[in-house]
């Protein structure tokens, strides 16, 4: 009798919940960001109109996602989730913005001490404000 063995990735793949293959962000997005951004409430983008995400990606990463932090036009500060992380908030904008015509990748340490460094600026500059 012959014996099948299986690649190691399909046994591995039978072994783990399908929600660890969500993409990195997905779940962030369906909990926090999905209420206004999959039907456009207060004129949110909605993920996949490539046309109102094209110029918020040409901001760029690292402006785009500190902003969002802080909060920009009708958007609350961290979407709305005071406890999110701004990790979690990353990725999550990294999930939006490449389901929107994007190619950003899930930001290093770099990316994020750059994130931090435009948060703090972005912070005091709406400080400033009469």
Known sequence: MKR??????????????????????????????????SSGVLNAPKVGDK??????????????????????????????????????FSDAVVYMANKSGGNWKSPDANTLAAINKEIEARKAKLNKKP
């Open 4 to 37: 099948i063995t299986y690649p190691l990735t399909l046994a591995v793949s039978m072994a783990i919940p399908a929600i660890a293959f969500a993409e990195l962000g997905e779940n962030t997005y369906k909990q926090v960001c999905a209420a206004c951004h």
């Open 51 to 88: 046309a109102k995400w094209a110029p918020l990606i040409a901001e760029g990463q690292v402006t785009l996602t500190a902003h969002g932090y802080v909060g920009v036009r009708g958007m609350p500060a961290k979407g709305g989730n005071p406890n999110l992380s701004i990790e979690k």
